[in-house]
């Protein structure tokens, strides 16, 4: 069995990268999927397809949605959902991201600095593993997907 | 993954084809379902398989459930349903599906003109996109399954 | 049990006051819920609350919102939708609702001419009976409630 | 019958009085439901029922597991939910809160200034409405109770 | 707690009444609801309301569509389903009431003599109790209900 | 996309042979599952494997609950279910087995002659189709799952 | 709000009394349910009822049946679950209940001795909260129920 | 179709061995999943990987939360789970599964010796199968998918 993992939050640093290398160096039996990454992309889609609305706020809605038919699309059928709250911006869509796991019953790990602990208590009770670095989100999936703790 | 689009709605025009070529032309990893097309098919397929009824009501019937066995089952399996309403004909149909896909979850795109906006409204504010042609259909759907918004 | 009866559709003749007086008369145990058919409340709540937006189709969708939070929340309560297609306009939203009802598995009565019966068979296919007169439904409510056939 | 309405987010403003007196005001058919909102007893809860942990993660884990009790009961309960995102602090329990719900399939309707609009699009994309202000949650709970537009 | 009890199957003997007179004598806290169980009734609820269609197949069709607004609904909201199947008559509506009260995991008692016994074994096989008269039925109520086994 | 037949009901005539061949002879992408057939294993596989039970009613048990794990788990896994009502037996399992597929909302077609009708009609109208030889059964599932009518 | 709270396990020590106790004095507006806790009840109900049978693993399946109808309703119907794990007896129907429970997405807390905090980490892990005194389950419903931490 | 099995419970035993054994000689088309069941592993991959707490309750914690990605995963998606109760150790955690598996109604065989046979009667009522040796499992695994009731 491939175990599919979504890849939720932050997307201006390289933590997808190095989770996703890190996997492949280990060998995993894993497919990662994930939200559009390339953040122009991303605002731009809605009124890029479908036509500039005259207010801003529809621009985002717009973007917005597009962007929900792939990301609802790829959390519900991903096995385990891994929320990366950085340092920078409020991401709130990763925490929202993280509400639509735990509803769903989907395993769910969290990603972050100690600094947000206390900010993100309720999200970190509702997830299985609560990771500091990348590299132990791979350690976990490996020990999930093949019983081996590793080196 | 490949995804599934369920393509709902008006069976008179070409858009199906439009869509469908334009995404082969570009080479999306999508696959398309749908319900039957041919009109007098449709319309026949209960009588002439289960007998001729008295009355044209149960004609009628005889032939909406055996297209439904077809239509319940895929809009059920789609990944994405789009649902088009053209100019003519009332399409009830197309929004008893939407309504259907919206219950379930599944993300809907509508796809008809500017001027049953107001008519539409309930419908749209249940989709994730509202297009006008074809082509922002297949734009979505590249955007959606490959991150790329397309020339 | 008092029965929640919601009532779907056309809110431009008194199909809904024939349906409770009649069902007030024979003193049936049933409860019912509805849109707001106050056309132009319904059509202006989103604005009037939340501010107009610069374009037609942002006002349709804010006020459909509004809407939604009334409709949806009370056909997930109903015990039956009753849905109501009149001899004008393409109520669309009508058909959305059976839909909703459809796939939630909630009884559905359809009430409409028989000159729509074509249109509408992949609809009431669906729906466990087809009335044509809001007595009928008074009717099919009394037996269903309290098992007595009426004179 | 009486809607429940969950307030969910920012604790540290006086808007769940403006949401509460006001509909108390206007005579509407809601009760209202919420986290524990004072502060002090959210955080401390779990260590004072179950006892003090050694490190400060687990003392948040036992508070947030406590209150979770409480929250994901009530969501679970609630007809709407509204979340309220303030000026301040991440409140990724707010959004967290939204995913849940949005999750669920319960109406959600957000409370923000326009500056966080950008941020927040991916929740606001999941709501019915977005308001700035506590009278118009107010404004739409009676329109959608009652079907009254209000003066 | 008021217990819901559907009661399922047979109409041409007493044994409604039986339980329904041996659970009042009781005084358990229980209510019983059930089909219509005026044969007549029921078999021309539809003909009677919504008109004599031209042949008996769709007469019966209609008639079970308005039963089954009815019975669909009931067994959905019944805690406990109990299914009698007698000795005459073929009763597949009550073996199918059995399977719908299995799939929702509504807890499921069968009564019926032991003659039927192999014959029953896929749906006894689903009940959590398989009784023999309906005095049995009214001692498993009470003692689900007050935890009494009673004289 | 495979299909998924459920063939449920009468093991005692050569029906499912008759749609398995006619389905394999039009070339239809549809895969069939069933309960076991062969009448001596089902009603021996609980006590072969498990050991005798003293009494006949824990050894119908026995065998009922091993056949049910096959049964269940394809019932819940078919795209589409059938079932054939024979001309002996009560067959109480098929109408138990249309019971399951109707609450989980699988499409449902059954087989039967028209002697059975009024018995039967409650489980017809949960059917999409009432088909009365197995050729109609293959006619049906080559219209749903490719379109044609076929000569 | 009146929360309903199952308590779950062992049945020879007075914790449920203590915990019901304590609720009263505190006011709470809480109601409890659980299993028959007349532990000789509980295990001849089925035969005393269903009549005897030869051997005493259908013996126990019996009463096992009939003690689940109560069981897997009021599970079902709870707001919270409390499961207490004593010092004797292996209490397995304690932790199927929690898995159970946790399946079902209810809340559920745990009460036990910290001798078993190593064999129950898995239950203990699907946990909101875990108890060691019947005192800190009630003070953990007064605060969810009421916000108050209490004295 | 390749039917999963989630082989759940008894870590300390050739249980498991004996099954696949068995299955792979029988030329089965079943693919077993399950827990992890190098013990150490299992015991220390939390703290291994997210570091050493201070407190052993929260290092089990840890430990259980890793280990619950797998299991919830793997038992969701299994077709059947067997678990298996040994004659030492309190096995919680079988009981746990076993809960998880009747609430999400996947079908549940037992395994274990007759003198757990009163202490699990709650488990052993919710299965389909009760059986005593692996070798039993294998000839029901081989019954339910090839419908043979071998030698």
């Not at 497919?31 to 500039?52: K, M, N």
């Not at 959902?81 to 950085?86: P, T």
């Amino acid at each position: 069995m491939t175990w599919t993992i979504y890849l939720s939050g932050e997307i201006h640093t390289d933590w997808r990268q190095r989770v996703e290398q890190d996997a492949t160096a280990a060998g995993l039996d894993v497919a990662f999927t994930g939200p559009v990454t390339d953040h122009a992309a991303s605002d731009d889609c809605g009124a890029a397809i479908l036509g500039e609305p005259a207010e801003p706020f529809w621009r985002d809605h717009l973007g917005a949605g597009v962007n929900a038919i792939r990301t609802r699309t790829l959390i519900e059928q991903a096995d385990v959902v891994v929320v990366r709250f950085g340092e920078q911006y409020r991401q709130w869509n990763a925490a929202f991201d993280a509400g639509i796991a735990s509803a769903l019953g989907t395993p769910l790990i969290t990603l972050h600095p100690t600094e947000h602990d206390h900010a993100l208590k309720e999200v970190d009770r509702a997830a299985l593993a609560v990771a500091r670095e990348p590299e132990q989100v791979v350690s976990i999936l490996r020990y999930v997907t093949s019983g081996k703790l590793g080196s």
